[in-house]
């Protein structure tokens, strides 16, 4: 009760600084955002920013010249260089790999996921990396992506924006988009389609869970170790929902594999397509010696990983891609007319365009809007900050996208053009400039697969559907650690004769 109360007037005395620091400082912003009080350290200013903290990075980012240090409160351990610099991306992520790896405070930080590829590091990484690697261009696995999307599109998602439409309803698009995706990756995954679409499911509990986790992930960045742990012990605030998450996944993968482990056994249902459960249920401990196909929990920290990665990026990709193309028609209609002229489903590259305006809206709305860094040496960085052993470094990949230093003047702006070289076709950005898939070994082992989803989803909605989102909705981002709009997109649907 003690802590409790102690931690309730660390609280308010942070929100008294706060308030104080808004009122009194207000003329003189940089030093606003930026103050390094004693004992908080910069922690009231980010505090103060939660609401807008993405846009509050990216302007102390290019105050700073894209690279600043945060000073968390004393002896809490806080203390971050963040950084957008090219230079130091390309260094960290591509050429100094070896010394930057997840290190130990990602995997506590992120203890969720487990023994995943997500949080894991050295010898361990390689092989699930080499593995998924494998696994992603498996014949069976591609064949079984087009086929999942293919028949979710026609049997769920088309079935279901047809009554919205014919009963004039307004529906929540981001939350559609989950769903959709939580169906395919599930299928791709786990091998069960959990038919979270299904109009006679109001909620579904892997979504809840998933959102709770990255909010409570979010958060920890920002607290000292013992805090977050104190609470998620005794059950407090997101904690408490953090611990109800991780017991809704532990049950659900329980269920899932163990049903598997009894198929293999039994040597029915001999399948055509392969998913990610029965990969590494048979996984080839020759080749990769660290996988341990006959541990459960092994198998649910690797798929856990796997069914996160590809649900909660393309879903938050796709709606702030719609919401974009609502404040932006002429892109719309450029994208139809590259429909009409273009479209070969079994060629979806041919749509260029398209393509261009998904890119630019990633740029602009990265679904992962940080990455994270810690070196196992000390360094210095290209920009000539020093870095210590073992010490924080964050990218908000957000802020990058809006460097006006990166990305020209008009950086703040959604232009596919730019996107689009002189011959049109597609126009190359480095990965240290565009990290919305990171760079380097650690580059998103999906990104084929969530491009070539959302391409699926967009042309048949667009060329299907108009649809209107909601006036008087306010649309901002969510604290966590995927960009998701905080209370969804509303929209409403009409057919297209
Ligand atoms: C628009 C969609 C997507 C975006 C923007 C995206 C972005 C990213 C980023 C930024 C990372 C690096 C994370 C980090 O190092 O902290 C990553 C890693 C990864 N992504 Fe994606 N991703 C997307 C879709 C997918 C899909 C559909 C899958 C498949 C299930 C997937 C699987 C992975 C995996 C396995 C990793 C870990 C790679 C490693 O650590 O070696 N992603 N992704």
Redesign the pocket.
């Known amino acids: 009760m003690a802590m409790i109360g102690l931690f309730g007037v660390f609280v308010a005395f942070i929100f008294f600084l706060a308030f104080q620091c808004f009122f009194l400082c207000k003329k003189s912003l940089n030093v606003l955002l930026l103050k390094n009080w004693p004992f908080l350290g910069m922690l009231p200013g980010m505090l103060f920013n939660i609401p807008r903290v993405l846009d509050w990075f990216s302007e102390v980012y290019e105050a700073n010249d894209m690279t600043f240090t945060f000073k968390g409160p004393w002896f809490s351990g806080t203390d971050m260089l963040f950084t957008v610099d090219p230079r130091n991306i390309n260094h960290m992520l591509s050429s100094n790999f070896p010394n930057y790896p997840r290190g130990p405070e990602f995997k506590k930080i992120f203890d969720i996921l487990g023994d995943g590829?997500?949080a894991a590091d050295k010898e361990l990484?390689e092989d699930l990396?080499k593995s998924?690697h494998a696994l992603f261009h498996h014949q069976n696995f591609l064949k079984l992506s087009v086929s999942s999307t293919t028949s979710k599109l026609k049997d769920d998602l088309v079935p279901f924006l047809d009554k919205a439409a014919e009963e004039n309803i307004v529906i929540d698009l981001q939350d559609v988009f989950k769903r959709f995706m939580f169906d395919t990756?599930s299928i791709l995954m786990t091998g069960y389609d959990q038919m979270s679409l299904s109009s006679e499911i109001p909620g579904y509990e892997f979504g809840e869970a998933a959102d709770f986790a990255e909010e409570a992930i979010f958060y920890r960045h920002f607290k000292p170790v013992i805090l977050w742990r104190l609470q998620n012990l005794i059950g407090v605030g997101i904690e408490r929902k953090m611990r109800t998450a991780s017991e809704f996944f532990n049950s659900m993968f329980a269920k899932i594999i163990s049903t598997r482990r009894k198929e293999e056994k039994s040597g029915g249902k001999k399948e055509q397509t392969i998913n990610a459960v029965t990969y590494y249920l048979n996984a080839d401990t020759a080749k990769y010696k660290l996988l341990k196909p006959s541990n459960d929990k092994f198998i649910r920290d690797v798929v856990l990983?796997?069914l996160v990665?590809?649900r909660d990026?393309?879903s938050s990709?796709l709606t702030w891609f719609f919401w974009l193309l609502s404040k932006h028609p002429q892109v719309m209609t450029k994208i139809r007319q590259e429909i009409k002229a273009k479209f070969d489903p079994t060629d979806l590259e041919k749509l260029v365009y398209l393509h261009a305006a998904l890119s630019e809206s990633?740029r602009l709305y990265?679904?992962?809007p940080f990455?994270?860094k810690s070196p196992l040496k000390s360094d210095v960085l290209p920009s000539v900050h020093k870095v210590k052993a073992e010490s924080k470094i964050v990218i908000c990949?957000y802020a990058l996208g809006r460097m006006r230093s990166v990305w020209g003047e008009d950086a703040s702006e959604f232009k596919p053009e730019r996107w689009i070289s002189e011959n049109g076709g597609l126009k190359h950005e480095p990965s240290s400039k565009f990290?919305?898939?990171?760079a380097g070994p650690?580059t998103?082992?999906?990104?084929q697969?969530?491009l070539l989803?959302?391409k699926m989803v967009a042309v048949e909605i667009i060329q299907n559907y108009d649809f209107k989102v909601v006036d008087s909705q306010k649309i901002e981002p969510v604290p966590s650690v995927i960009l998701r709009i905080k209370h969804g997109l509303k929209v409403t649907v009409n057919k297209k004769i």
Do not use: D
């Open positions: 590829i997500v990484w990396r998924g990756a990983s796997l990665a590809g990026t393309s990709a990633m990265p679904p992962l990455n994270h990949i990290l919305v898939f990171s650690r998103c082992l999906g990104k697969l969530a989803q959302m």
